[in-house]
């Protein structure tokens, strides 16, 4: 057989069975990655529309008004969404605008102070805690950061800062600032990670430009590295917002089930998210349930808008990038 | 105007000592930002570990809960249950995920392998809780819970995970590889599985452990779809079982001091496995990186 084929070495055809049966494995391979690949967009799909089935009958019922009327009343089945809006926004707005700051000088500090050597190891210590399980967190939460801030940081919030509506009312141990702190360390380490990478991509020669210009590290970072960086920053701060929002368990566990609709941050409150896992077991009735899948149905819009505006923007800043360089 | 003599001096001016301070002050913020989140990770380990580690014991982890109305009792049942649906889940995620990968890096044109990466980004965001409130309304209504529905809630969350992971192993492949492979007249099914998918395993493991390590640790899907069960060991998928996230998540919200021992020694097991696996794994990613890129 060797000698066969050496003699026409080149020229030589695959025999016909393996050129049929690579053909074959060719097709297939790419007809099996391909339906995989479709199967993950069917997913999506589904998981939409059967959020929208599930809540039809509340949809129907309550209409657009759901989302503007307060109360959970499961005695008379009158639902209405807006303090668990309120609740939602309140948190994670609060937790967004402590975490942006943070994310923003620990992302400037992993990439531009830090020793060298010690640069990895902070960058997957501070990634570490985004890998802490929410429920142990919460855990955390509600067992020792609830009564230091009950006992501790509301009362002093209150004596120094009660002026401001946010710092009003009689501290409690668990409520809406428990599940502020708890959100903002769930959200700093996702954060803090993307905008690390964002500035170790700015050009070396526009920083070094800058300083040789004679700015001071501050005015370099100022002046080029966060303007260079904005569209990218802005969507980590979105990415860290829709995780906020869809936070269950922890909030869950810290909030403390409260209702109504208060600028204070002492209260015990509800979030959309949360009370979907408090209610996990004692819906009863058909309509209670499509009433619950009804926030979820909000939720679900309000996390894919958020994360399709931040993918949006990701993408239209690497292709600027990659145009313009 | 004065000639100024501060032009010529060589001690700083004012504005010069202002824009140094300010530099300085935000050198020390920023400093201040990281040690701070590092501080906190210490905070929650220590404090998890300082109150679990001490209810450790072989009881713990081989007996059951104890009879409703009692307190105390082992984890025997959500441990086995965690592994039974973690596990499952794994084997479903897994190789659908690599599929996923390595169509959007070999075959997928390059329009539809950014859509497929969109897909995966938007199923990645979705908040866990709507996941398990999708597989309760597709799997749960109707014919009740069982551990392979919560498996399949996590694997959805763990299908991004994998494939994105997959996927940028294989975007390190170097394409010098593949085109050896194919000009030796391999077909292309034959290099995607005998040369690429080989190159990359380490990568795949990785990016596997990962996925594992942040699925073990999510609650809210399991909440709808496999929480109400007996308190037995069961090693049988089709029975609701409990896990350990979810025994910390009843137990963090009891009255009862033993409870919150409970939860906190469970706390302990959960977030040691959690941390060591994702430490491990991303030692490896980073030593597997830097040989694949020489």
């Known amino acids: 057989m060797s000698a066969r084929v050496s003699a026409v070495p080149s020229t030589q055809p695959l025999p016909e069975r393996r050129r049929i049966g690579d053909r074959f494995g060719d097709l297939f391979l790419h007809g099996l990655t391909g339906a995989a690949a ?8 589904a998981i939409a529309w059967k959020i929208f089935q599930l809540a039809w009958p509340a949809i129907t ?6 989302v503007t ?20 926004a309140l948190t994670s707005f609060a937790a967004l605008l402590i975490a942006t700051p943070l994310s923003i000088a620990i992302g400037l500090y992993l990439s531009e102070l830090a020793p060298r050597g010690a640069r990895t190891v902070i960058a997957s210590l501070v990634e570490l805690l985004a890998a802490i399980p929410s429920v142990v967190l919460g855990l955390w939460g509600i067992l020792v950061l609830g009564p230091f801030v009950g006992q501790d940081l509301e009362p002093w919030l209150h004596r120094h800062l009660g002026f401001i509506p946010l710092f009003s009312g009689s501290p409690e141990n668990a409520g809406m600032l428990v599940a502020v702190l708890v959100l903002t360390i769930m959200i700093v380490p996702i954060t803090s990670s993307i905008c690390r990478e964002l500035f170790l991509g700015v050009p070396t020669e526009l920083e070094q430009g800058a300083l040789a210009l004679g700015a001071t590290r501050w005015e370099m970072v100022r002046g080029v590295i966060l303007p260079y960086t904005r569209s990218g920053v802005s969507a980590a701060i979105l990415l860290g917002f829709g995780r906020a929002v ?3 368990i922890a909030v869950t566990q810290v909030i403390g089930a409260g209702h109504g609709i208060h600028w204070s941050l002492f209260v015990t409150g509800d979030t959309l998210a949360s009370k979907l896992a408090e209610q996990y077991q004692g819906a009863v009735s058909n309509i209670q349930i499509a009433s619950l899948v009804y926030l979820a149905a909000i939720l679900l819009v309000i996390s894919l808008l958020v994360n399709l505006t931040a993918l949006f923007i990701v993408r239209r800043f690497s292709h600027e990038r990659i145009g313009g360089s | 105007m004065a000639v100024d003599a501060g032009r010529y001096s060589l001690t700083l001016s004012r504005r010069t000592r202002r824009r140094k301070g300010v530099n300085v002050l935000m050198q020390a913020l920023a400093t201040l930002a990281a040690l701070a989140a590092v501080a906190v990770l210490a905070l929650v380990i220590i404090s998890v570990a300082r109150r679990g580690a001490s209810a450790l014991s072989w009881d713990f982890f081989t007996k059951n809960a104890a009879t409703f109305g009692q307190s105390g009792g082992g984890v025997a049942n959500a441990l086995v249950g965690s592994l039974v649906i973690v596990g499952l889940a794994t084997a479903m995620a897994v190789p659908v995920g690599i599929l996923i990968a390595l169509y959007v890096s070999e075959f997928a044109p390059p329009r539809v392998g950014d859509l497929v990466r969109l897909v995966l980004d938007v199923l990645n965001g979705l908040p866990s809780i709507i996941i398990g409130i999708f597989v309760y309304g597709l799997l749960v209504i109707g014919s009740g819970q069982a551990a392979w529905k919560g498996s399949f809630a996590l694997a959805i969350i763990m299908l991004p995970l994998v494939a994105r992971a997959t996927q940028e192993v294989l975007a390190l492949v170097p394409s010098t590889l593949r085109e050896g492979a194919l000009a030796l007249g391999a077909s292309r099914w034959r290099t995607v599985l005998g040369v690429v998918l080989p190159t990359s395993f380490g990568g795949i493991i990785t990016g596997t452990v990962l996925a594992v390590a942040r ?3 999510e609650t809210a899907p399991l909440l709808f779809t496999t929480s109400i069960a007996a308190n037995a060991v069961t090693w049988d998928p089709r029975q609701p079982v409990l896990s350990i996230p979810y025994d910390i998540f009843v137990l963090s919200e009891s009255p009862d001091p033993a409870d919150h021992a409970r939860a906190w020694a469970l706390g302990f097991v959960l977030i040691c496995f959690v941390l060591v696996t994702s430490l491990s794994a991303r030692l490896l990613l980073v030593r597997y990186r830097k040989r694949l890129e020489g």
């Open chain 2, 215 to 217: 699925a073990a640790g």
């Open chain 1, 246 to 248: 869809g936070e269950a």
């Open chain 1, 38 to 45: 479709a199967a993950a967009a069917v997913l999506l799909g």
């Open chain 1, 69 to 88: 009327r307060q109360g959970w009343d499961t005695v008379h089945n009158k639902f209405g969404a807006l303090d668990l809006i309120w609740g939602t």
């Open chain 1, 61 to 66: 019922k309550y209409g657009f008004a759901f």
